[in-house]
Every structure is written in C-alpha cells, then in structure tokens.
C-alpha cells in the first residue's frame, strides 16, 4: 500500500514559442505591417549609409577643404540630423524620429536654396544637388513607418472611444 510521493515541485517544462524576428525593438507593427516595417527599416538604413553618411557627412568635409561657403556646412549638419533620426527610429522611436528628420529635411531645403545662389553663375550647374535630394526619401520612409505601427494602435484607441461613447440599448430598456 504505497501511495506516489511526488518528490518535487518543478512543473513540466514547456517548450518555449519561437519568437518572430524583430528588427531592433519589439514594436513594429502587427501581421504584414511588421515585415513592411522591418524592409523599410532595412532600405532607410541603406539609403542613410550611401546619402547621410557616406556622401553627406564625407563628402561635405572633403568639400570643404576647397570650398569654404555655408552651403557645405549646412550639407554637413543636416547628414549628421538624418544619421540620429536613423539611430532613432531603430530604438523604436517612430514620432521622434519622424520630428528629427523633418527637421533635417527642412535642413536639405535651405540647404539646396544655398547652393542655387553659389552656383546662380552657371545656370545649367546647381551644385550636387543630386547627392544630398535623395536624403529627402528616408524621411518619407520614416513617415510610413510611423503610420504603419502607430495607425493600428491609434484606431484601436477611436474604436474603444467610439463604443464608450455609444449608449447601450440595455440602458434604454432598464429606463423604461
């Protein structure tokens, strides 16, 4: 007349899920959002390698070996702005992100109007406008990344909103 003594109170260990792959930080959006999110992060990185960093950041301080003019420290500011907001939104933080390059985009327009005027002598020269532009696409990317995690969650907040809101028909019938 043995009774089974359990011996111990470890429970059965449970395989563990797998976890999706994240990019960085946990919050990328939900379904198909989160693999467009981590592609769009993927481009914004390469497009601020080639844009911000290789040809804005060096290229301006090469630059400005010969050219001493505040187009080309402008140049230089505005790549360094758009390599933060790119740190930014990889730690997650789309709306900050979204605000630092906005910034260094309105940093790329002042600084092509600052090349129109050094280069206003040759018409058919607008200096290398075509280096730093295209810098003006990873703020677009950060954009739809912003509304692609942060648009579910804001809907998600009008929905809930919207049935606190609306009156219950129960409470119409209990009144009567």
């Given at each position: 007349?043995?009774?089974?003594?359990?011996?111990?109170?470890?429970q059965s260990v449970k395989t563990p899920e797998k976890e999706p792959f994240y990019f960085f930080v946990?919050?990328?959006?939900?379904?198909?959002?989160?693999?467009?999110?981590?592609?769009?992060?993927?481009?914004e990185l390469i497009l601020t390698s080639i844009f911000a960093l290789c040809l804005g950041v060096f290229g301006s301080i090469i630059m400005s070996a010969e050219i001493k003019e505040a187009a080309i420290y402008m140049w230089l500011a505005t790549s360094?702005?758009?390599?933060?907001?790119?740190?930014?939104?990889?730690?997650?933080h789309s709306k900050i992100?979204?605000?630092?390059?906005?910034?260094?985009?309105?940093?790329t327009v002042?600084?092509?109007?600052?090349?129109?005027?050094?280069f206003a002598q040759?018409?058919?020269n607008n200096g290398p406008s075509v280096l730093y532009m295209p810098c003006i696409f990873i703020t677009i990317i950060t954009f739809v990344i912003m509304l692609l995690?942060?648009?579910?969650?804001?809907?998600?907040k009008q929905a809930a909103k919207a049935r606190e809101i609306a009156p219950s028909i129960?409470?119409?019938?209990?009144?009567?």
């Open positions: 007349m043995r009774k089974n003594i359990k011996l111990s109170n470890k946990k919050d990328q959006g939900e379904g198909a959002a989160r693999v467009i999110v981590i592609v769009l992060k993927i481009i360094a702005v758009y390599v933060i907001g790119t740190f930014v939104v990889m730690l997650g992100a979204l605000c630092i390059h906005g910034a260094a985009t309105a940093g002042v600084t092509y109007f600052l090349f129109q005027v050094m040759v018409p058919e995690i942060n648009l579910p969650k804001w809907l998600d129960l409470s119409k019938d209990e009144e009567d």
